[in-house]
Nanobody, 126 residues
Framework: QVQLVESGGGLVEPGGSLRLSCVASGLTFSRYAMGWFRQVPGKKREFVGSIAFSNYYADSVKGRFTISRDNAKSTVYLQMNNLKPEDTAVYYC??????????????????????WGQGTQVTVSS
């Protein structure tokens, strides 16, 4: 049984930083691309970034957010710097089998991912 468990969310002031973690179990982690998505109430879940054979980011977070992974720990991280109020959302990690046949655009699609975590709330407010 595959499980993805996010942690690290919380309340932070504008300009601050947070690091989210997502621990995976039940899959061969190194074979999977990992994505981060976020969602606010009433809106569609949106792509934040992914890590497969390269990193790929949404324009809204490029230069502020960084994704990394530790295959030995089956963990993917989302380092978020210079946070803005508009970054407030529930953040989800997701897993998809990786392939060099896929373009970055494939890894940015919600419907590309088979496994999802339960989400962690990030609130950016003064």
């Amino acid at each position: 049984q595959v499980q993805l468990v996010e942690s690290g969310g919380g309340l932070v002031e504008p300009g601050g930083s947070l690091r989210l973690s997502c621990v995976a179990s039940g899959l061969t982690f190194s074979r999977y691309a990992m994505g981060w998505f976020r969602q606010v109430p009433g809106k569609k879940r949106e792509f934040v970034g992914s890590i497969a054979f390269s990193n790929y980011y949404a324009d809204s977070v490029k230069g502020r957010f960084t994704i990394s992974r530790d295959n030995a720990k089956s963990t993917v991280y989302l380092q978020m710097n210079n946070l803005k109020p508009e970054d407030t959302a529930v953040y989800y990690c997701a897993a998809k089998e990786a392939s060099r046949l896929y373009s970055d655009a494939v890894y940015s699609r919600v419907d590309s991912y088979k496994y999802w975590g339960q989400g962690t709330q990030v609130t950016v407010s003064s």
